[in-house]
């Protein structure tokens, strides 16, 4: 089993940063891949980024150049760096990680972009 466990959302205004972190414990070892999604009410779940063990990262058109992921591994800690924060970044933020053939969820953190 893993555990997730996320904290650094808040409200931020339009153009702002926020820093997202995702401590991971647990059977931590051979995690394959880490990344975040997002949630708007009303519609799917959404995946932002992802990192590989590897070392390959993804991010979807909209974050890319203002959103960044990486890894503490001394700290097993997930960051998701969001800078020049937009309204339409409001979501609830997924930690996911996974291992083998599983797919472990943190509990979501609420970020909030308003003016």
């Known amino acids: 089993q893993v555990q997730l466990v996320e904290s650094g959302g808040g409200l931020v205004q339009p153009g702002g940063s926020l820093r997202l972190s995702c401590v991971a414990s647990g059977n931590i070892f051979s995690i394959s891949v880490m990344g975040w999604y997002r949630q708007v009410p009303g519609k799917q779940r959404e995946l932002v980024t992802w990192?590989?063990?590897?070392?390959?990262?993804m991010y979807i058109d909209s974050v890319k150049g203002r959103f960044t992921i990486s890894r503490d591994n001394s700290k097993n800690t997930l960051y998701l760096q969001m800078n020049s924060l937009k309204p339409e970044d409001t979501a609830v933020y997924y930690c996911y990680a996974v291992r083998g053939s599983n797919t472990y969820w943190g509990q979501g953190t609420q970020v909030t972009v308003s003016s």
């Open positions: 990192a590989t063990n590897g070392g390959s990262t």
